[in-house]
């Protein structure tokens, strides 16, 4: 930023009113940042999410929420997982599905991700989330076909293709093959 120019203060609506351009937008340190997201990354995030979706909702464990849900921390900032789980007990602390961004981190942060992805730029991610109520964050690399399972910024572990994602105690008895998100689908064609 330029000497003398003053730092926008964003509200919750004029975020909220930002065109739907394909991209999701995040408030990092005051400024506006748009993540433009492959086809692949799509894929993978859409796999996982509608498992996951089909989890809780079976088992009334709270909600599961896409990439244009953002979360507002406490540094100000708007972040927005491509995947999140937040339990009920939770929800229910904040009116349940409130209009406007959810206050804190969700319990399980999922990251997919892309090429421009930077390893420092994950790693403030992963530490923002942990610092504002995130129990378990995964990170998925689909140019290795690995998962990396954070249950805080300094514990972490490496699963491979032949390994099962385990939603742990945050998401009791959920598993699911790391081989399952990087299938390509078979068209017959």
Do not use: C
């Not at 088992?59 to 789980?85: A, H, Q, Y």
């Not at 420092?120 to 990170?139: C, D």
């Not at 742990?168 to 081989?179: I, N, Q, R, T, W």
């Amino acid at each position: 930023m330029q000497a003398g120019l003053e730092r926008k203060v964003w509200t919750d609506d004029e975020l909220m009113a930002l065109p739907d351009v394909g991209q999701k937008y995040e408030l990092v340190g005051g400024e506006l940042v748009m993540s433009p997201a492959g086809f692949r990354h799509g894929y993978i995030s859409l796999r996982l999410a509608s498992v996951l979706l089909d989890f809780v909702t079976t088992r009334r464990l709270g909600v599961v929420v896409d990439s244009s849900t953002g979360f507002r921390l406490k540094s100000g900032n708007v972040r927005s997982p491509d995947i999140s789980f937040v339990r009920n007990e939770r929800l229910q602390n904040q009116d349940g599905l409130t209009q406007k961004f959810f206050r804190g981190a969700p319990d399980l942060a999922v990251e997919v991700l892309s090429p421009d992805d930077t390893v420092e730029g994950v790693h403030q991610k992963l530490t923002e989330y942990f610092q504002n109520g995130t129990s378990m964050a995964w990170v998925i690399d689909p140019g290795e076909r690995t998962v990396l399972v954070y249950r805080s910024i300094e514990r972490v572990r490496l699963l491979r293709a032949t390994d099962e994602l385990d939603g742990e105690d945050v998401l009791s008895g959920f598993k699911f093959p790391v081989a399952r998100l990087f299938e390509v689908p078979d068209f017959g064609g």
